[in-house]
């Protein structure tokens, strides 16, 4: 696993809480996000091929992550530090909090660029970036979640990614049920202080979306436009999120 990209105050506050963290709890982290993967920096080539995407494929997640988080540290050092990025069998689920529209658009232009990626869903949203409070209590509820997981047998924890932003839980993964990732939503709810789950979870018997031949363009942003960040040819970013509030 990679280490969070942040970087500044925010980073210092995880690397303190995350130290404390036991080891065994490390390995239950599947996916690629910033503050998840400072939580499980010790998971194994072992747990990669145990993980319900296999070996290969998690592999190529962990490189389209570190290629679109790259790529943002290249093009602006805020767009890096503000928005959180997992990736799960290809799908890019981008997170955090920006203060111009013409940022989420960058990012989610950013994000199509590597090869592999089937999909982009844009989870960003305007508003002041996060402080080092913030993301201190992400990381503990981060922590919270996971424990919850682990200890529940009838969830295959690996298979999910978490991440947090002020509180908001994103969750991307597979499950192999209905009945699992109900289970893993009501463990969500169930923590004290997430205000909402953002589910975008993939079951095991859907289809995952294809590799477009050509990525997405994307028109320029305006004052006038604060929803951008929407393709304006090729296939559309799309949300596979149930809704669980």
């Known amino acids: 696993m990679f280490p969070s990209k942040r970087i500044g105050l925010p980073w210092i506050g995880a690397s303190l809480l995350v130290g404390v963290l036991p080891v065994g709890l490390s390995s239950l982290l599947a996916g690629c996000s910033p503050v998840g993967m400072a939580v499980g920096a010790g998971a194994t080539v072992t747990n990669m091929a145990m993980e319900e995407r296999g070996f290969v494929n998690s592999a190529r997640d962990k490189a389209i992550w570190t290629d679109i988080t790259a790529r943002m540290l290249n093009k602006d050092q805020k767009l890096f530090q503000n928005v959180d990025v997992q990736v799960h069998e ?17 990012a989610t232009r950013l994000a199509w660029e590597p090869d592999g990626v089937r999909e982009v869903v844009d989870e960003i949203k305007l508003g002041r970036s996060l402080d080092a409070g913030d993301f201190s209590e992400d990381v503990l509820l981060i922590q919270q979640i996971r424990l919850k997981l682990m200890l529940d047998r009838d969830i295959r924890a690996i298979n999910y990614s978490v991440d947090c932003i002020r509180s908001t839980v994103y969750l991307m993964g597979v499950a ?9 939503i009501d463990h969500v709810r169930d923590v004290p202080y997430v205000r909402a789950v953002v589910n975008h979870v993939r079951l095991r018997t859907d289809p995952l979306p294809p590799i477009p031949e050509n990525p997405p363009t994307f028109a320029a942003a305006s004052a006038e436009t604060p929803a951008a960040a929407t393709p304006t040819a090729a296939r559309p970013a799309k949300s596979s999120q149930r809704p669980t509030q």
Do not use: D, H, M, Y
């Open 90 to 106: 290809g799908r890019v689920l981008l997170s955090g909090f920006v203060q111009k529209p013409e940022e989420r658009i960058e």
């Open 176 to 184: 192999r049920t209905p009945a699992e990732l109900q289970r893993v």
